[in-house]
């Protein structure tokens, strides 16, 4: 963690505030690729990550670009039974990485995914909060900063519950509400409520001048085979179009195409992981990957052909996951990952995810913290203009498809 140890030292701060340590006694955390019983966890978390799976984030971390060389914060207990169990993981990376700051703060690493829960244990998520906050401090950080998470979660809620104790409380640094899909009602029911009767005879209509190219074909691959098949149909389409001409398709780049191709069948292998492809007879025109973890599935990314435009194929696609995961009763719910007021997703899935960026203080008046705070927000600023702007241009090219 030389950043970390590097920025302390850059603000002039030596001094021990509550519990801290110098700074120049602080312990590396170790690489992500050394965690063990990592799969355990996943079983037994107490909010669902489906890019925090082992074998999703392990092979990000293995070739993905600017994804490697992860860190572990970590937190274990003793356990008669196994001698150590694996409570709580966060894939971690230095403010410098995560923002190019020269700040005291641990982050989350991105999983190639809109959102990096860290993973705690059910029955010891305060156990599991208290002694990754520690390691934080020890690696000389004087804050976490949690991207990407839900504010309404259980994962959020142990961190209150730790800070409270004492005297603090997470800062909310930004945040957003996106598409999700309550998986338990009859999905018949909800499109109707959602898209209303014109919408959907316009939609079925679509459908029908769709077939005129063939029989229209709703298909999920989970099987050993068959998925990696799929795989590649989905890499093809999502590699097409306004998708490629950004050049941010996951089949052109190496590193990213070789962490695909290794999750995806590592985890459809464990009941993790579809991919849903729509066909038009022998044509594949709409494909996505759609993970799971325990009661929660998440929508990753969906690839046309945009030769088909005109007949909605994302959209038709959506509306045969909302019926597929709707009548499964292992789901409950499922969250789109999709970026906030998605011309595509939000008007079908009318349930909303808060989701934002929670920066979590480790020591108790800590004067870093309102530089932390503001070095974040001055960024933000900066590059808001920018963000929106390339958004608006996707938002144009997007909701053709």
């Known amino acids: 963690m030389a950043e970390i140890a590097n920025a302390a030292h850059a603000t002039g701060s030596r001094r021990e505030i509550g519990l801290a340590r110098p700074v120049a006694k602080s312990a590396a955390l170790p690489p992500l690729g050394s965690l063990e019983r990592w799969r355990n966890l996943s079983a037994t978390a107490i909010e ?29 207990i003793d356990d008669f039974a196994s001698s150590a169990r694996l409570i709580g993981v966060m894939p971690a990376v230095s403010a410098w990485r995560a923002y190019k700051l020269p700040l005291p703060a641990l982050v989350n690493a991105d999983p190639y995914g809109t959102l990096a829960t860290p993973l705690l244990d059910r029955d010891f998520a305060d156990d599991a909060v208290a002694i990754m906050m520690q390691h934080a401090r020890d690696a000389g950080a004087h804050a976490l900063i949690l991207r990407d998470i839900p504010i309404h979660g259980a994962v959020l809620t142990a961190f209150t519950r730790a800070l409270e104790q004492d005297g603090m409380r997470p800062r909310i640094l930004s945040s957003h509400v996106r598409a999700c899909l309550d998986a338990t009602r009859d999905a018949d029911d909800l499109l109707r409520e959602a898209l209303g009767p014109k919408k959907l005879k316009e939609l079925r209509r679509q459908r029908n001048r769709l077939a005129e190219h ?31 001409e950004r050049g941010t398709a996951l089949k052109q780049d190496a590193g ?20 849903v492809t729509l066909h038009a007879g022998e044509t594949p025109v709409a494909s996505a990957i ?19 435009a005109k007949h909605s194929p994302g959209v038709q696609l959506t509306l045969e996951v909302t019926r597929h995961l709707c009548a499964d009763p292992a789901i409950k719910l499922v969250d789109s990952t999709a970026a906030p007021d998605h011309p595509m997703i939000d008007p079908i899935w009318r349930g909303r995810l808060a989701i934002g960026d929670v920066l979590i203080p480790l020591y108790r008046r800590d004067p870093l913290i309102p530089a932390i705070r503001f070095a974040l927000f001055a960024r933000r600023a900066v590059r808001e203009p920018a963000r929106r702007i390339v958004h608006f241009i996707r938002h144009i090219r997007e909701k053709k498809s």
């Open 256 to 275: 990213d195409a070789a962490f695909i191709r290794r999750a995806v069948p590592a985890l459809a292998a464990k009941g993790q992981c579809e991919i």
């Open 290 to 308: 759609v993970l799971r973890h325990l009661d929660r599935a998440f929508y990753f990314k969906l690839g046309v052909d945009e030769r088909f």
């Open 48 to 76: 669902p990550n489906g890019y925090y799976l082992p074998d999703w984030e392990t092979a990000v971390n293995a070739t993905a670009r600017n994804r490697t060389g992860v860190l572990a914060l970590s937190a274990t």
């Open 214 to 244: 063939g029989e229209v074909i709703f298909t999920i691959a989970s099987a050993p085979g068959e998925i990696e098949r799929a795989l590649e149909v989905f890499l093809d389409l999502e590699a097409s179009g306004w998708k490629a």
